[in-house]
């Protein structure tokens, strides 16, 4: 038998520094360079503010887009426009903007909180929680309001800490989020919601008005909304991004596992807490604003994650832009596509986001059986 | 005199109704490279558990640096000791150098970015392990070895005193089994002091001067290879007879090749 040539090497030596290792491996898996951030949350501001524009635009009456503009710069001079402009359309479209926003952001903390791409506050069910929450405000207690709210935004983001606890607390498994557990918690919390429903339908002193409000939340749906509610929750779901921003650097280190995390020196009790109160309040004000438009929290970050990778300091503003700018632009074709029949929009976002899911699913259910 | 690295002062843990570690006692003085060595589930991870404070001892003291572990503050901890674990998954696409930076968090205030010196903290630990080259690949799409590599950069970032690791050479092969020995050697040589879980009995006696050997009754023994690891001993710890040690084994029994 021929005896090989074996070339006699130090695997051990101090020259091991010098020895390319990646070089050798051919690096098959080199991520391509990622886009900056900076450049992206740019390109995303712009592409927010030119959806405005157009969203403001279109409708049953076609407005030039520089009568638009000029009647957004200069709102005194916009003449017999001003009340599609101001009254109809442009609370709508900063309200799908906030919406969207709000549920973006939701899905990125959420994801890093449960180390799970499928986290999204539709598919875990604390929109539906929301919901229920704002349901019960809306037909229990519906004397109680304040600028459109009341009771019924305090009861939402009541409903949705509620159920994110009760989710965390069913899904988690030896340290360990079961996907199964987590997936069918949400499912449970949205047959509830449907089956409370049904009850409220059936009560008879339960108002018109605030079953067709139930209904419209139900389908994901932005109807006609006042300026007090957008410009009450515009600084709400704004403030919460923000405070956000040093929670999602905890995120990343969440990333590691808990006790990783712990032993680095973070407070993961304080980082489960903040992302648990900051997601519920974002969820709430995107509930009582659309009701239950699903999947953006989860289209939206999955697909920037493509573009500038998981970290999750760089990830919570661009999805913050993203989310609005997919929002408008999903709001206004759910309008406009059929007019003069208007879609929800949350019927829109399920036709394209649950085949998204679907996917990601497998995907993920292939990786854990390797 | 100086304190020693790590003490543990009689220390007792219990999991459940079983009694993992019954009052044990050693010190870690500086730059030791020291075995834990022991059968499956002794009590090597909860050992390294309890000296990063991740798990509290029922009873007794275990001290760092001559500080009583109670004593450090959430964020000093982690820039005196360093857990490498055995197992780390991370989700998503993470690349391995923002993982190393994660060692830093013990540095870094919640609001604000990394400073000039976390990055070349960064940078040293990658240089250190050899991953310089991996930094953009994703860490879920590395192999065994290079794995362990990262999980050891990301301590190294943490400059720690004190490194502990759990069963840094499970599931390497031989090569990478050798690499890693001489990559801890090396650590060892610049000073820092290191605690690891390993089962291999034969690389623990080629490589370790001291080791802590754990056995299930519970009861423990402490000192240089040369006397702890005994085929007496071994066989004790390991519930086998000391027969089948040499006759499963190579070497008669790694005692007899240990090197003081």
């Known amino acids: 038998m021929a005896t090989t040539a074996w070339p006699d090497r130090s695997i051990t030596g101090d020259d091991a520094v010098e020895r390319p290792v990646a070089a050798a491996t051919g690096e098959p898996a080199q991520l391509e360079r990622k886009l900056s951030s900076r450049t992206l949350n740019l390109v995303l501001l712009v592409a927010l503010l030119l959806s405005i524009v157009l969203a403001t635009a279109v409708g049953a009456v076609r407005l030039p887009l520089s009568q638009v503009l000029a009647a957004l710069l200069h709102p005194a001079r916009a003449g017999e426009a001003h009340e599609i402009i101001f009254g109809l359309r442009l609370p709508r479209v900063l309200a799908a903007a906030l919406v969207g926003a709000a549920l973006s952001a939701t899905g990125v903390l959420f994801q890093g909180l449960f180390r799970n791409p499928l986290a999204d506050p539709f598919v875990l069910g604390t929109s539906g929680g929301a919901a229920l929450g704002g349901a019960v405000g809306i037909f229990l207690i519906p004397s109680l309001s304040f600028a459109g709210f009341g009771a019924t935004a305090v009861l939402a983001f009541v409903g949705s800490v509620l159920t994110m606890i009760l989710v965390w607390y069913l899904a988690r498994a030896g340290g360990r989020f079961a996907m199964e557990t987590l997936l069918l918690a949400g499912f449970a919390i949205g047959t509830m919601l449907n089956a409370a429903t049904v009850v409220f339908e059936l009560h008879e002193e339960a108002s018109n008005s605030g079953l067709r409000v139930l209904a419209a939340w139900l389908h994901g749906q932005l109807g006609i909304l006042t300026w007090s509610q957008v410009g009450l929750l515009a600084p709400l779901v704004g403030a919460a991004v923000l405070l956000a921003l040093p929670v999602a650097g905890r995120l990343n280190t969440l990333a590691l596992g808990e006790e990783y995390a712990a032993q680095l020196g973070v407070s993961v009790t304080r980082v489960r807490m903040a992302t648990v109160v900051l997601g519920s309040l974002l969820t709430a004000a995107a509930v009582s604003l659309g009701g239950l438009i699903g999947f953006v929290g989860l289209l939206v970050p999955h697909f920037l994650r493509i573009l500038i990778g998981p970290n999750h300091v760089r990830l919570l503003p661009a999805a913050a832009l993203g989310g609005a700018t997919f929002l408008i632009l999903a709001d206004t074709f759910a309008r406009t596509a059929f007019a003069p029949t208007e879609i929800p929009v949350g019927v829109f976002t399920a036709f394209l986001g649950g085949p998204a899911f679907l996917y990601l699913l497998n995907h993920r259910t292939r990786e854990s059986r390797q | ?260």
Do not use: C
Not at chain 2, 36 to 43: D, I, Q, S, T
Not at chain 2, 103 to 113: M, N, T
Not at chain 2, 116 to 144: C, F, K, P, T
């Open chain 2, 1 to 260: 005199m100086t304190s020693p690295v790590l003490e543990f002062r009689n220390v007792s843990f219990s999991r459940g109704p079983r009694l993992l570690l019954d009052r044990m006692s050693f010190a870690i003085e500086k730059q030791e490279m020291i075995a834990l060595v022991g059968p499956n589930g002794v009590g090597k991870t909860t050992l390294l558990k309890l000296a990063s404070r991740l798990l509290a001892p029922a009873a007794g003291e275990i001290r760092l640096e001559g500080k009583s572990l109670g004593a450090w503050s959430r964020r000093e901890l982690p820039r005196a000791i360093a857990l490498v674990p055995q197992e780390l998954e991370i989700p998503f696409n993470f690349p391995v150098e923002e993982i190393v930076a994660q060692g830093r968090v013990p540095y870094q205030p919640l609001f604000g970015a990394g400073t000039e010196l976390d990055r070349a903290a960064v940078e040293d630990a990658m240089q250190a392990v050899d991953i310089v080259g991996l930094r953009h690949r994703v860490y879920s799409e590395l192999s065994g070895g290079e794995r362990q590599r990262v999980k050891i950069a990301i301590g190294l970032a943490q400059q720690p005193k004190l490194m502990l690791l759990d069963e840094p050479t499970q599931h390497l092969d031989i090569g990478r089994q050798i690499e890693l020995i001489a990559l801890l050697r090396r650590l060892n040589q610049r000073g820092l002091t290191i605690l690891a879980a390993v089962h291999d009995l034969s690389l623990v006696a080629a490589n370790f001067a001291s080791i802590i050997l754990l056995t299930p009754e519970p009861s423990w023994m402490a000192g240089p290879a040369a006397e702890v690891l005994r085929p007496d001993l071994v066989a004790r710890a390991f519930s086998v007879g000391q027969a089948d040690l040499g006759r499963y084994f190579a070497r008669p029994a790694p005692g007899a090749v240990a090197q003081a």
